[in-house]
Each structure stands twice: as C-alpha cells, then as structure tokens.
C-alpha cells in the first residue's frame, strides 16, 4: 500500500506542476497579444479549462494526502517525501508517447482542440521524459 501510495502522490504531484507551468506559459503568450483577437479569446478559453483541471488535480491531492494521514496513523509510518519518490513510468514508453504526440500535433490544424491538446501532451510528455531520464541518470543501474 506504501508505495503505491507514494507513487499516486508523485503522479498527481507531477501532473499538477506540469499543468501550472503550461498555465503560466499560456498566461504568459496571451500577455503578449491584443485583447480582442480570435487568438486571445481562444487562449483565455484554454487557460479556463487548464485552471479547471488544476482544481481537479488539487482535489485529488487532498484524498491523497487524507489516505496518507490514514497509512500514517495505521502503521505509525509515514509515506517518503513526493521529491524522494522516484517516477514508476518506463522511459521508453514516455518516448514512444512524446512521438505520437508531435505527429498528432504536425497533423492537427493549428488553434482546434486537436491541435491544442496535442500540443500540451508533447509539453507534458517532454517534461516527463526529461525528470525519468535526470531521474534515471541520478540512480545508478546496479542499485548502488
């Protein structure tokens, strides 16, 4: 249950910070450009619909953080700390998903659902990929 339980928490954890840095990002481009244009209104509904995901995400952790009070008070042992929780994902199975999303997003016609929603799998999938491979460069394979 332990390290199940600490994975849920990395995941979650990941998730949500990869959610708020393509919210910033977003937060950031629509600074940039003149309100009133078809390209700010569609950024502002982008932004809308990230900030309800990050809501969810944030509900999430709140169960997580409830169960995790429970495993404590059960067994007297506290999960590890999110940061100490190594990402369970394959490498490889990151990979071959960033490369399906950048060529949906090369397919997508720009501005359409398709086009954003690829576009934030190839930002997410590249940031989880680059955290398992420093994660993975800081672990040395022989378990030592």
Do not use: C
């Not at 339980?5 to 998730?15: C, F, V, Y």
């Amino acid at each position: 249950m332990g390290m199940e339980l600490e994975q849920e928490l990395r995941a979650t954890s990941d998730e949500l910070l990869r959610r708020l840095e393509r919210l910033r990002e977003l937060e950031m481009e629509k600074r940039q450009l003149t309100p009133g244009t078809a390209r700010f209104r569609r950024i502002a509904r982008d932004i809308e619909r990230l900030a309800a995901g990050v809501l969810t995400k944030t509900v999430e952790q709140e169960h997580l953080a409830d169960k995790s009070f429970d495993v404590r008070q059960k067994t007297g042992v506290p999960p590890q700390p999110i940061a100490e929780v190594t990402p369970q994902r394959d490498i490889s199975l990151i990979l071959g998903e960033w490369r399906e999303a950048e060529r949906r997003l090369s397919a997508a016609v720009p501005g359409t659902p398709d086009h954003l929603e690829a576009q934030a799998a190839v930002h997410r999938l590249r940031t989880e990929y680059r955290d398992a491979y420093l994660s993975a460069a800081e672990t040395p394979s022989d378990g030592r």
